[in-house]
């Protein structure tokens, strides 16, 4: 059972937990024991380690190619999410067997399943949430606090009234079938990070929980100062997954204990059969490497992705990427903006100011201000200088388009949201204002894509494709890790595209439609190949979607072979000339056959 980490006040009118957190800060840390987990190492290939500067983290044994298996964990807990209520068992997770549930619970109506079997092996865990599961909408609502934070404690709170274990070694395998959910002994081994969260939203918190806790049966309440801990720990440890495009959120204690985040990851991690995480790894790893996955969409600026990570995990980004000087680093095209004098270079200007506290990152909004007063930016490639406030004014500008353009396509107007965003690439691209591998354009001609392909003009929609595919890669070729997942996507999403606008335009026989037609089925082969190659490294060569790939890839080939057969002319052969009558004597090798004459 956690230890009670309510702040108190001692008879002096001293803050105990204030005191207490400075004897902890100046105490020596202690390298933490691997003991409990290292049955992992006699299963896959890792072997963990402990630092006092890193941590606990986990290390390649031996030389990983990509697409090396080096985890599977099933959830201490999970929750299907709010917006995916309906769509997803909330016991297996499977997504194919529910469209709408066959199966609730009638009592609380905030459990639905996909069978009678699920239903019945869930039960257990649910009868000891089902009370306190039928007062929270009204609970969450009257002290304004997440419904997913309540429905999380009570999902751990179920998961250890149903095992038992409170401090039992996880039991590892290599797959789904033979892995064992992680046990609440385990979640209570990771960080809460409790000093992150405002006082307030922890006293609403309790308060919420207090009356939550009542509803719970006597015999599997947990403690209040436990049930605010562990919704800490979920709320900054927890994995977002999507299932076929519906979300859940999972509790993986090992997985976020050992596999540390980096903004350039050589390992990702995935969702698959009954909540389980599978992580693999992204690219080869040598040989006692640290294996590290990323929390955020590495695609955007450096100082986005660290206020992301400090709003969600609670931590400020000190990875290899986020510590090399900007001017050094690829970061520098995320949010760049181009000279005015050269219009190639990039303004430089490094920030410094490192964020610790969520409070003052969301109250002290003039501190930015307050640092690039009187500070200049430079020109990576000429001597050009400007004050830092301007370019900060130019980037508030475009960020202010960008919002309504995006604005206009969350409210379905697709007419009207192409129009903005070709008008936002018109005024910030082609008048050299943003730097063609900045963040926002790349977003915009994302959202291009997917607006003009609905829209019927796929042939557009195919070229802002193009767009966003090279200048992923072409930013330094560091912007993003070999096979990430988004970028895998972007080519399946431009291969299917190239091959049903072949398709059409094959009808057209004239020299130009016939040019067309090859130029598309070259990308959608090409394309392809590189989509069906990411997913077999991200989700396994037998998934269902390395086999989509893989089925589309060969519906590519085929059509370009038969196209290449059909359009393929053969070319009339010389005649040769008649011998002299001083030519050489003929050869005395056997005569060739009579060639059969064409049509």
């Given at each position: 059972m956690?230890?009670?980490?309510e702040p108190?006040?001692?008879?002096n009118?001293?803050?105990?937990?204030?005191s207490q957190?400075?004897?902890?800060k100046?105490?020596?840390?202690?390298?933490?024991?691997?003991?409990?987990?290292?049955?992992?190492e006699?299963?896959?290939?890792?072997v963990?380690?402990?630092?006092h500067?890193?941590g606990?983290h986990?290390?390649?044994?031996?030389d990983?190619?990509?697409g090396?298996?080096?985890?599977?964990?099933?959830?201490?807990?999970a929750?299907?999410?709010?917006?995916?209520f309906?769509n997803?068992?909330?016991?297996?997770f499977?997504p194919e067997?529910v469209?709408?549930?066959a199966?609730s619970?009638g009592?609380?109506?905030m459990a639905?399943?996909?069978?009678e079997?699920?239903?019945?092996e869930h039960?257990k865990?649910?009868?000891?949430?089902?009370?306190?599961?039928?007062?929270?909408?009204?609970?969450?609502t009257?002290h304004?606090v997440p419904?997913e934070?309540l429905?999380a404690?009570?999902?751990?709170i179920?998961?250890r009234?149903?095992?038992?274990d409170l401090?039992?070694d996880?039991?590892?395998?290599?797959?789904t079938?033979?892995a064992?959910?992680?046990?609440?002994g385990c979640?209570l081994?990771l960080?809460?990070?409790r000093?992150?969260?405002?006082?307030?939203?922890?006293?609403?918190?309790?308060?919420a929980l207090?009356?939550?806790?009542?509803l719970v049966?006597?015999?599997?309440r947990?403690?209040?100062?436990?049930a605010?801990e562990?919704a800490c720990?979920?709320k900054?440890n927890n994995?977002?997954?999507?299932v076929?495009?519906q979300?859940?959120l999972?509790?993986y204690?090992f997985s976020?204990l050992?596999f540390?985040?980096?903004c350039?990851?050589?390992?990702?991690?995935v969702c698959e059969?009954?909540?389980?995480l599978?992580v693999?790894?992204?690219t080869?790893?040598?040989?006692e490497?640290?294996l590290?996955?990323?929390?955020v969409?590495?695609?955007q600026?450096?100082?986005?992705?660290?206020?992301?990570l400090l709003?969600s995990r609670h931590?400020w980004?000190?990875?290899?990427?986020?510590?090399?000087?900007l001017?050094?680093?690829?970061?520098?095209?995320?949010?760049?903006?181009?000279?005015?004098?050269?219009?190639?270079?990039?303004?430089?200007?490094?920030?410094?100011?490192?964020v610790?506290?969520?409070?003052?990152?969301?109250?002290?909004i003039s501190?930015?201000?307050?640092?690039?007063?009187?500070k200049?930016?430079e020109?990576?490639t000429c001597p050009a200088?400007?004050e830092?406030?301007?370019?900060v004014?130019l980037?508030?500008?475009?960020i202010t388009?960008y919002?309504?353009a995006?604005?206009?396509l969350?409210q379905s107007?697709?007419p009207?949201a192409?129009?903005l965003m070709?008008?936002f690439v018109a005024?910030?691209e082609?008048?050299?204002?943003?730097h063609p591998?900045?963040a926002?354009?790349?977003?915009?001609y994302?959202?291009?894509?997917?607006?003009?392909?609905?829209?019927?003009?796929?042939d557009?929609?195919?070229?802002?494709?193009?767009?966003?595919v090279?200048r992923?890669l072409?930013?330094?070729g560091?912007a993003?890790?070999e096979?990430y997942?988004?970028?895998a996507?972007y080519?399946m999403?431009?291969?299917?595209?190239?091959?049903?606008?072949?398709?059409k335009?094959?009808?057209?026989?004239t020299?130009a439609?016939r040019?067309?037609t090859?130029?598309y089925?070259k990308?959608?082969?090409t394309s392809?190949?590189?989509a069906?190659?990411?997913?077999?490294?991200i989700?396994?060569?037998?998934?269902?979607k390395?086999?989509?790939?893989?089925?589309l890839?060969e519906?590519?080939k085929?059509e370009?072979?038969?196209?290449?057969?059909?359009?393929e002319?053969?070319k009339?052969k010389?005649q040769?000339?008649a011998?002299?009558?001083?030519?050489?004597?003929?050869q005395t090798s056997?005569p060739?056959?009579?060639?059969t004459?064409?049509?």
């Amino acid at each position: 059972m956690a230890a009670t980490t309510e702040p108190t006040v001692d008879a002096n009118g001293t803050n105990n937990s204030a005191s207490q957190a400075a004897k902890k800060k100046k105490a020596k840390k202690v390298v933490a024991d691997n003991t409990k987990y290292q049955g992992i190492e006699s299963v896959m290939p890792v072997v963990l380690k402990s630092s006092h500067a890193k941590g606990r983290h986990a290390t390649a044994a031996r030389d990983l190619p990509a697409g090396t298996l080096v985890a599977v964990e099933k959830p201490a807990a999970a929750i299907v999410r709010n917006q995916s209520f309906v769509n997803l068992c909330h016991h297996c997770f499977n997504p194919e067997k529910v469209a709408l549930p066959a199966f609730s619970c009638g009592k609380c109506k905030m459990a639905a399943y996909c069978s009678e079997k699920c239903q019945n092996e869930h039960a257990k865990e649910h009868n000891v949430q089902c009370n306190a599961l039928g007062q929270c909408n009204r609970i969450a609502t009257a002290h304004k606090v997440p419904l997913e934070d309540l429905r999380a404690v009570l999902a751990l709170i179920g998961h250890r009234a149903a095992t038992g274990d409170l401090d039992v070694d996880p039991k590892f395998a290599a797959s789904t079938a033979e892995a064992q959910p992680t046990g609440y002994g385990c979640v209570l081994d990771l960080n809460p990070n409790r000093h992150y969260i405002g006082r307030d939203a922890i006293k609403d918190l309790q308060t919420a929980l207090k009356e939550m806790l009542a509803l719970v049966p006597a015999e599997a309440r947990i403690p209040l100062s436990e049930a605010a801990e562990v919704a800490c720990i979920f709320k900054s440890n927890n994995h977002p997954l999507a299932v076929n495009n519906q979300h859940i959120l999972g509790l993986y204690p090992f997985s976020a204990l050992y596999f540390h985040h980096s903004c350039m990851p050589n390992c990702v991690y995935v969702c698959e059969d009954q909540g389980a995480l599978y992580v693999r790894t992204l690219t080869n790893v040598a040989a006692e490497s640290e294996l590290t996955i990323t929390y955020v969409e590495l695609y955007q600026p450096r100082e986005q992705r660290r206020r992301d990570l400090l709003l969600s995990r609670h931590f400020w980004c000190k990875c290899r990427r986020c510590s090399t000087p900007l001017s050094q680093s690829v970061d520098r095209f995320m949010d760049g903006i181009q000279c005015s004098e050269c219009k190639r270079g990039v303004m430089i200007f490094e920030e410094t100011k490192e964020v610790q506290d969520i409070n003052e990152l969301m109250t002290d909004i003039s501190a930015l201000d307050q640092e690039i007063q009187g500070k200049f930016a430079e020109c990576e490639t000429c001597p050009a200088k400007i004050e830092v406030t301007k370019l900060v004014d130019l980037l508030k500008a475009a960020i202010t388009d960008y919002s309504r353009a995006h604005m206009a396509l969350q409210q379905s107007d697709l007419p009207k949201a192409r129009h903005l965003m070709e008008r936002f690439v018109a005024n910030y691209e082609d008048k050299h204002i943003l730097h063609p591998s900045n963040a926002y354009l790349i977003n915009t001609y994302t959202s291009l894509s997917r607006v003009c392909n609905q829209l019927g003009d796929v042939d557009r929609a195919i070229r802002y494709t193009t767009i966003v595919v090279e200048r992923t890669l072409g930013a330094d070729g560091d912007a993003v890790p070999e096979n990430y997942p988004r970028l895998a996507e972007y080519y399946m999403t431009l291969g299917d595209m190239c091959l049903k606008q072949a398709k059409k335009k094959a009808a057209n026989r004239t020299p130009a439609g016939r040019s067309i037609t090859r130029r598309y089925l070259k990308e959608a082969k090409t394309s392809l190949e590189s989509a069906f190659k990411a997913r077999k490294v991200i989700y396994g060569e037998e998934s269902q979607k390395a086999k989509e790939a893989q089925k589309l890839l060969e519906s590519a080939k085929k059509e370009h072979d038969e196209f290449v057969k059909a359009t393929e002319k053969k070319k009339p052969k010389k005649q040769q000339p008649a011998p002299s009558s001083t030519s050489a004597a003929p050869q005395t090798s056997a005569p060739a056959a009579t060639p059969t004459t064409s049509a």
